[in-house]
């Protein structure tokens, strides 16, 4: 990392570390979700809310975040976009991984294999692991299952996911929308390729070269928003946007190897008596459906 990005980083965490920023911050997004059509708050309202008692001293506070993670108009302060999405990481439960977020004790089916699988909460993620030793490790925290049931929660993981992967594909990364490329090995395409007896898995990894995010995606997600897909799901009442996990898990893979060299990947989809096979090459587009 050079100095110049270091510098930045260290300035951003001084800015959120202070208490009185970070209350400040917090406050205007209480005011964001009480009043959504009238965000703004006076500065004596705001600095009632954060129970500051020295104007002077809350207006330097102010001064720090103004133009950066809030904004300052006539009508008050409000936070800025970028302010809102730190305040919604504080908010989560991301820095509370040993938090008391109960996980259901239910079997759900692994999207690799079918097999049965069992969630849980690790490292202020949600976890999900099946008998064969696959894992998905969620895009979410496990505070969603505080307001949803465990297969909308599974459902809601998938869907960041696949938003993640869409976004990668295009090249840009869904954190800080770096540039994102597509991790090679040696051999020059295929990436964590494993075999768990018969099943073999195929996933593909994307790097963000400012941020060093991680989008890690199954071969199957790479074809479940495919219109065919979607389509022959659809035709027998499986819809993808109301139970991507279970279309994933119960209708698609394992997936299997046509070819090394090239790499061609092939991804079986079935429901009912119908079945098409989504071939995929090693950047994961769509090469063939037969």
């Not at 965000?39 to 950066?68: A, C, K, M, T």
């Not at 969630?119 to 949803?148: I, W």
Request: with cysteine; glycine share 8%; hydrophobic share 40%.
């Amino acid at each position: 990392m050079d100095e110049t990005v270091r510098g930045e980083l260290t300035t951003v965490l001084e800015l959120v570390s202070h208490e009185t920023r970070a209350r400040t911050l917090v406050e205007l997004a209480v005011r964001r979700r009480e009043s959504p059509h009238d965000e703004w708050l006076s500065f004596s309202e705001l600095r009632r809310r954060v129970g500051h008692d020295d104007p002077g001293n809350f207006n330097y506070h102010l001064g720090r975040l103004r133009g950066s993670l809030i904004e300052q108009t006539d009508a008050g302060y409000r936070l800025s976009d970028v302010g809102h999405e730190f305040v919604a990481v504080l908010l989560s439960s991301r820095f509370d991984p040993d938090g008391d977020i109960a996980v259901p004790d239910e079997t759900v089916s692994c999207l690799l294999c079918s097999a049965p699988a069992h969630p849980a909460a690790v490292d202020g993620r949600l976890l999900v692991e099946c008998d064969a030793g696959h894992t998905f490790a969620a895009a979410v925290g496990p505070d969603v299952l505080v307001d949803q049931p465990l297969a909308d929660a599974l459902n809601i993981a998938l869907f960041h996911t696949l938003s993640d992967l869409r976004l990668a594909l295009s090249g840009v990364c869904a954190l800080c929308d770096g540039p994102v490329e597509q991790h090679e090995s040696a051999a020059g395409g295929e990436v964590d390729t494993e075999t768990e007896g018969s099943v073999r898995t195929h996933s593909l990894l994307f790097v963000c070269r400012r941020c060093g995010g991680l989008v890690r995606a199954p071969a199957q997600l790479f074809v479940v928003d495919h219109p065919r897909v979607v389509g022959l799901l659809y035709d027998h009442d499986v819809d993808v946007r109301e139970s991507l996990w279970s279309a994933v898990a119960d209708h698609l893979g394992p997936t299997r190897y046509v070819s090394q060299e090239p790499t061609r990947i092939a991804v079986p989809v079935t429901v009912g008596d119908e079945g098409i096979t989504v071939i995929l090459d090693e950047t994961g587009a769509v090469h063939r459906i037969s």
